[in-house]
């Protein structure tokens, strides 16, 4: 998240009275690209006669960039300064990062993993040891369980599904400004149709739940395509 101006001015006020920068700067090592620490850095830049050297640099070694967006979100997680879904949103991007890193392209895939019931995100055993100890190292490093890691992924990918549809949803949901249960969030990021992705969005800003319509509206589905299979199996036109 942005740090706001008020911290900003806080944070360069405080290295400017110090006379040195205190945490490090951390640089991707093999492409020298700074991963952390982009405030402190604009502070240096900015005073750079009054501070000279005095600050730090962190170098880690990653194997490809899905690793270093891995640490980055990781990293991000232990700040404090985030919404809720904001972290949820880091949650599963820490985990789609470390999927690419270790050659998988999509961690669950539709409802092979996830379905919502009735308003419940329930969560089906993955076949994938690669996805399972991705989870489980996600889960212990940030003290939650694996299946808040499976939520956070399904919530973040709803996320991403309604922003694709609906630009500028990620960032009020991110921020607080729209408030949105995860269950329907999880609930979007299944949803083919585009226009019930608008709907859903809307119920969303008016602080309704989605659950039940789009559930109802999911069977109905399923059952037009049944009676259609069920038509062509015997005969029917």
């Known amino acids: 998240p942005a740090m706001p101006q008020e911290d900003f001015d806080g944070l360069r006020a405080d290295i400017i009275r110090d006379g040195y920068v205190r945490d490090p700067l951390v640089v991707w090592k093999e492409e020298n690209i700074l991963l ?3 405030h402190r850095w604009r502070v240096i830049s900015e005073n750079r006669e009054a501070l000279g050297d005095k600050f730090q640099v962190d170098y880690k070694s990653f194997p490809d960039r899905w690793a270093a967006i891995a640490w980055i979100c990781a990293n991000q997680l232990h700040k404090h300064n985030m919404t809720p879904m904001q972290k949820e949103k880091l949650i599963q991007e820490e985990h789609d990062a470390r999927q690419h890193s270790v050659g998988a392209s999509d961690g669950f895939r539709g409802n092979q993993y996830t ?8 969560h089906l055993a993955s ?3 690669k996805a399972n100890k991705i989870r489980k190292e996600i889960a212990e490093e940030h003290n939650i369980t694996e299946n808040a890691v499976r939520t956070a992924v399904e919530v973040g990918r709803g996320i991403d599904r309604a922003e694709t549809v ?3 949803f990620k960032r009020e949901v991110l921020s607080g400004e729209t408030k949105a249960n995860k269950q329907d969030l999880a609930t979007i990021r299944n949803m083919k149709s585009d226009e019930d992705v608008k709907r859903a969005v809307d119920d969303i800003r008016k602080e309704k739940r989605i659950g039940n319509w789009a559930n109802s509206e999911t069977r109905n589905r399923y059952a ?3 009676d259609i299979a069920e038509q062509m199996g015997t005969g029917q036109n």
């Not at 379905?115 to 329930?122: A, D, F």
């Open 115 to 122: 379905k919502v019931v009735s308003g419940e995100i329930h």
């Open 224 to 226: 037009k395509i049944r």
């Open 166 to 168: 609906v630009p500028g």
């Open 127 to 129: 076949e994938n040891p």
């Open 36 to 38: 952390d620490g982009h």
